[in-house]
Nanobody, 121 residues
Framework: QVQLVESGGGLVQPGGSLRLSCVAS????????MGWYRQAPGKQRELVAT???????NYADSVKGRFTISRDNAKNTVYLQMNSLKPEDTAVYYC???????????????WGQGTQVTVSS
């Protein structure tokens, strides 16, 4: 069994910064990618950023230049540094991990429970 636990969400004023963290634990053999998605009220879940092992990073156009994704492979942790936040960044942010689960015996996709980010004055 694999668990993803996010932290770091909250309320911030426009132009401010937040840093999200997500720790993966459990029956992890290897991780192919970790990333962040978000879902605003009434909208579909969308990709924010991904960090793919041995490949690199990928960002949504709406966050390029403002958000930075990074990973600590030794800790199975992914971070999202969010700067210059805008009201339109308000959403529930979900962590995602694409990994080999040694209990299942195959590659699988996991999600965290989500953390609320609200950008408002």
């Amino acid at each position: 069994q694999v668990q993803l636990v996010e932290s770091g969400g909250g309320l911030v004023q426009p132009g401010g910064s937040l840093r999200l963290s997500c720790v993966a634990s459990g029956s992890i053999f290897s991780i192919y990618a970790m990333g962040w998605y978000r879902q605003a009220p009434g909208k579909q879940r969308e990709l924010v950023a991904t960090a793919i092992s041995n490949v690199g990073t990928n960002y949504a156009d709406s966050v390029k230049g403002r958000f930075t994704i990074s990973r600590d492979n030794a800790k199975n942790t992914v971070y999202l540094q969010m700067n210059s936040l805008k009201p339109e960044d308000t959403a529930v942010y979900y962590c995602n991990a694409d990994l080999d689960d040694y209990e299942l015996g195959y590659r699988n996709d996991y999600w965290g429970q989500g953390t609320q980010v609200t950008v408002s004055s």
